[in-house]
């Protein structure tokens, strides 16, 4: 069992661990698929997805907003059309929609009583920012690739997150949805994972790289993690 009681700061990714991505990619993307008479299913889709948006973080840093873009023009490149600029801005435009995951505000209130609560996330300031009400809390600080110029698993956001964040790596448990994203960098650092396994179409992975690591707590959602905390706490 994870000792919570080392711990000060967690740090969290934000979509596809807070925030139910899956749903709004599809509700970006199956619009417009539909409107070319694509038919892909949801595994398909999210593999798709995962290769496309890896691959455009790893060209010159570009904001996330533009990654979104480049991703709907891969799709048509992939299956063979040529995306409008109303539908490659569907995209990043929808996340102003996407909603957290059912448990995800509860979780963090109670986590938040414990611990200083951080979000490291591949995203733009104003696209976070548009996220921010919906999440219940104020975070101690937002963490994001714009800021960085990097995006996770790239060590530059997590440096830059550390200097921020300014305790040491023993005192920092890093908690995300992506092996590939969030938990092989972390572990590369140093930092104590949690691995929040979302039910997901494409088990395992859902719309990132699949990767394999072994966190030091996997659990299926915050819900699980907040209580797996408050339980090691009252028994310390």
């Known amino acids: ?43 398909r889709l999210l593999e798709i997805y995962s290769e496309l948006e890896l691959h455009e973080e790893q060209k010159d840093f570009q904001n996330y907003r533009d990654v979104l873009r480049g991703v709907v023009r891969g799709f048509g490149d992939r299956l063979g059309f040529e995306a409008t600029e109303a539908e490659q801005n569907s995209l990043p435009e929808s996340i102003a929609r996407w909603q957290p995951f059912p448990d995800s505000v509860g979780a963090l209130r109670r986590l ?34 714009q800021q960085a110029r990097c995006y996770k698993p790239g ?20 908690v995300g949805q992506s092996v590939y994203h969030d938990v092989v960098p972390a572990q590369a650092m140093g930092l104590a994972t949690v691995w929040v396994n979302r039910p997901s179409p494409r088990a395992g992975s859902g719309a990132t790289k699949a990767a394999h690591a072994k966190p030091d707590l996997k659990v299926s959602s915050l819900a699980e993690l907040a209580d797996a905390a408050a339980h090691n706490l009252a028994t310390r």
Request: contains cysteine; hydrophobic residues 45%.
């Open 1 to 43: 069992m994870l000792d919570f009681t080392k711990f000060s700061v967690l740090t969290f990714d934000c979509y596809g661990t807070i925030i139910d991505w899956e749903t709004g990619i599809f509700s970006a993307l199956r619009p417009i698929l539909l409107a070319h008479d694509r038919k892909v299913d949801d595994v």
């Open 112 to 145: 938040q009583e414990q611990f200083k609560l951080v979000v490291l996330s591949n995203i733009d300031n104003d696209l976070f920012a548009l996220t921010a009400p919906k999440l219940g809390i104020e975070f101690h600080d937002v963490i994001t690739a």
């Open 155 to 174: 060590g530059k956001i997590f440096q830059t997150a550390e200097r921020r964040i300014g305790v040491g790596r023993e005192r920092w448990l890093h």
